[in-house]
Structure formats: structure tokens, C-alpha cells
């Protein structure tokens, strides 16, 4: 069981925009920055977001992060065949790492 | 650029200790303001966080773990290292090391935000298993 909640896929069209969320409570999520990784089939995760909403020197603009008071969104528009991975969010809690349950993107 | 690299014993029998290490390139360990990080995934499922180090020796433990855990860091060797004892199946799982690292901003000289994991190790299977 996961400290925070992610659905466990989401699928859409090449081209369309989805997103995935991220649950948690204050005591993570409120009061932390969130990160998201990406990970392909068969290889180790990828930083992807930080700090809520900030991308890393190579990640491309379509991917978007943001956050709400107990809850996290990434986006993803123009989606592409490479895109299907699996996405986690991550936090902290109490100076202890936490992680989603991770959420399987496919794309039809 | 930051490189890891996990290594260590890929079967390990039940009630042994489970020892990995990782080892940085690319940059000390001893530099900057990160931790260092040990993260796990059984097979098919999500990420499991493990724990973390300062390299001033100071540490944080997955309270599912605690009671098993050790994480040390040795600063001459550029490495820092994972110990998991009396392991059950439960255990078998890719292990990845990673930093744990904040926004550097230039203009001010601070780190800033909040930590992430920035880069990561390509993993190890352990396999617990008679």
C-alpha cells in the first residue's frame, strides 16, 4: 500500500493530452515539494518533474507538473508511442521518501 | 555527469544479510548538498523507498525496514553501501541507488526547493532464494 495514490493507468490517442494525479496528505504532499519520474519498460525511473512544476535540462515542455494543496497533476500533451511508461510521483514525509503506486500510461 | 553503479551478490539465501554497494563517478560523493539514496522494485511492482545518507553519516530509514537496515557511505571510495538482514522472499527485488539532490541556483549560490532524485543507478536484481 502506497503512501500516495496514483490510478493505476491512464490511455490515450497519439497526439491528445492526459494526465495522471497524485494524492497524498498534509504531511507529504502540503507541506513538500513533488517530484515525477518516468520509467520505461525495463530500465531504471528518470526524473522527469521537481519541485512541483520545474523540468530538468532535456525533459521537453510538454511535460507539465503543478500542485494543489493535498494533491499533485502531471501532464503530458502531444503524446507519443514513446511515451507509454510507467509515471510515479514522489515526496517527502517527514524527512522520509515516498513514492505513488505508479501509473501505467498507454498510448492507443 | 553524475553516473551509479549498483554491485553486489544477486542471490542471497533467507536469513542471510543482503550487502550492495554503490558507486559514484563523475563527481564526490563528498560535494554539494545531496544524500544518497537506496530505492527498491519487486517485479511488476512500484517503488519501494529504502532509506538515505548524508555523507556526514547521518541517515533516514524506511520504518518498514529499520529494524534491518544499514546504509553507510565510505567518502575515500567514492561509494556508499546497503545491508538488509534476515531477508526473506519478500525481499527479491531490482535494488537501485540514487542522489538525492536540490536545485543549485547560480545567481544566489544557494540551494533551493525541494529534494528529488536526480540521477539513478541501472539497478540490481537480488533474488532471495535457497
Known amino acids: 500500500q502506497s503512501v500516495l495514490t496514483q490510478p493505476p493507468s491512464v490511455s490515450a490517442a497519439p497526439g491528445q493530452k492526459v494526465t495522471i494525479s497524485c494524492s497524498g496528505a498534509?504531511?507529504?504532499?502540503?507541506?513538500?515539494?513533488v517530484s515525477w519520474y518516468q520509467q520505461l519498460p525495463g530500465t531504471a525511473p528518470k526524473l522527469l518533474i521537481y519541485d512541483n512544476n520545474k523540468r530538468p535540462s532535456g525533459i521537453p515542455d510538454r511535460f507539465s507538473g503543478s500542485k494543489s494543496g493535498t494533491s499533485a497533476t502531471l501532464g503530458i500533451t502531444g503524446l507519443q508511442t514513446g511515451d507509454e511508461a510507467d509515471y510515479y510521483c514522489g515526496t517527502w514525509d517527514s524527512s522520509l521518501g515516498v513514492f505513488g503506486g505508479g501509473t501505467k500510461l498507454t498510448v492507443l | 555527469q553524475v553516473q551509479l553503479q549498483e554491485s553486489g551478490p544477486g542471490l542471497v539465501k533467507p536469513s542471510q544479510t543482503l550487502s550492495l554497494t554503490c558507486t559514484v563517478s563523475?563527481?564526490?560523493?563528498?560535494?554539494?548538498?545531496?544524500?544518497w539514496s537506496w530505492i527498491r522494485q519487486p517485479a511488476g511492482k512500484g517503488l519501494e523507498w529504502i532509506g538515505r545518507?548524508?555523507?556526514?553519516?547521518?541517515?533516514n530509514y524506511n520504518p518498514s525496514l529499520k529494524s534491518r537496515v544499514t546504509i553507510s557511505v565510505d567518502t575515500s571510495k567514492n561509494q556508499f553501501s546497503l545491508k538488509l538482514s534476515s531477508v526473506t522472499a519478500a525481499d527479491t527485488a531490482v535494488y537501485y541507488c540514487?542522489?538525492?539532490?536540490?536545485?543549485?541556483?547560480?545567481?544566489?549560490?544557494?540551494?533551493?526547493?525541494?529534494?528529488?532524485?536526480?540521477?539513478w543507478g541501472q539497478g540490481t536484481l537480488v533474488t532471495v532464494s535457497s
Open positions: 498534509g504531511s507529504n504532499i502540503a507541506n513538500n515539494y
Open positions: 540514487a542522489r538525492v539532490g536540490r536545485h543549485y541556483d547560480i545567481l544566489t549560490g544557494y540551494y533551493v526547493g525541494g529534494y528529488y532524485f536526480d540521477y
Open positions: 545518507i548524508y555523507t556526514s553519516g547521518s541517515t
Open positions: 563523475g563527481g564526490s560523493i563528498s560535494s554539494g548538498s545531496y544524500y
